[in-house]
């Protein structure tokens, strides 16, 4: 039923592939398979899998392609009814995968089941309890460093998931596609939200799917704050319904103004000048981008999409 894919790259060297796959096996909810898609990794990720999961099904880039494209060679090779996308650096709660399961029968038509990821080291604390996105077109998390206490059990402002645990129907990813592979890192389950919602898919949230999550463990830094910054701005372009571009794209363009104004005021910063150099590149990749907006599906209606977003 569930095939779930878990791209990797050394994830032994930092300790993190072997909680991962243990708390997996501890999992109530027992119809799965494990895909892991290991990122030419250069520790031996691929000689633990293959003396302690030796029944896994491991996918071996040849070479370091990034985590979209490791995402999208697991779901091709995914044989599951739900695709379930689960970070290398998290530990599932053992009922995470049950939880999902009602979730989506819950809501049969929904084209994806939105987790809750809290922080692996203060476990009692969010990190994303939901994504959201606002009109001024910057997406975050619901929740982010507060402490748990059910505020965020229901689905209100809920806009998509977290790309760190997530489940898809595989039949909505064939139709709208996985996850944008000219994005690079970040931002990209933001886009995929927005195709999931552009296509008037329902979206389902299950707060007791929980995964404990060790926030960058993998990432971060200058090269995470220059496809941050570039990023907002592609996905802008490639999926903001033209209505409410005409509605809000003044709070869209002060949006970015103050990214890039507290960017100049860090500018000593590695982290502040990358997230320029991304907001520059961002916008000298607008044609190309915009250009692809006759790719996407677009079924729910602006006023569908509006209810969904945070003024």
């Known amino acids: 039923m569930f095939s779930i894919i878990i791209p990797n790259w050394n994830g032994v060297r930092l300790q993190l592939l072997p909680t991962c796959l243990n708390a997996l096996s501890a999992q109530t909810y027992r119809d799965f398979e494990i895909i892991v898609v290991d990122d030419c990794s250069t520790d031996d990720s691929r000689e633990f899998l293959a003396r302690e999961y030796p029944d896994m099904r491991v996918v071996a880039n040849e070479k370091n392609l990034g985590f979209a494209p490791s995402v999208n060679a697991g779901i091709r090779a995914a044989r599951g009814e739900i695709v379930v996308l689960l970070n290398n650096d998290t530990e599932a709660d053992p009922e995470w995968l049950a939880e999902i399961a009602r979730a989506r029968d819950a809501q049969p038509r929904a084209g994806m089941v939105v987790c809750k990821l809290r922080l692996f080291d203060k476990r009692d604390h969010i990190h994303s309890a939901g994504d959201f996105y606002r009109v001024d077109g910057t997406p975050g998390n619901r929740g982010v460093w507060e402490k748990d206490a059910g505020q965020y059990d229901d689905a209100r402002g809920v806009f998509g998931a977290c790309g760190g645990a997530v489940a898809y129907r595989k039949t909505m990813l064939d139709e709208i596609g996985g996850f944008d592979e000219a994005l690079g890192s970040y931002c990209e389950d933001v886009d995929l939200n927005w195709r999931a ?115």
């Open 197 to 311: 919602r552009l296509a008037g898919y329902a979206i389902a949230y299950a707060p007791r799917a929980i995964v404990y999550h060790k926030v960058s463990a993998t990432g971060g830094g200058a090269l995470a704050s220059f496809f941050v910054g570039r990023n907002f701005i592609w996905v802008i372009a490639k999926n903001y319904p033209r209505g409410l571009w005409e509605k809000y794209w003044q709070k869209i363009l002060r949006a970015q103004l103050r990214i890039t104004f507290d960017a100049l005021k860090s500018w000593r910063g590695a982290a502040a000048r990358a997230r320029l150099r991304g907001q520059l590149a961002g916008v000298l990749g607008l044609p190309r981008w915009l250009a692809r907006r006759r790719d996407v599906i677009r079924r729910a209606s602006d006023a569908e999409i509006e209810t969904v977003l945070i003024q």
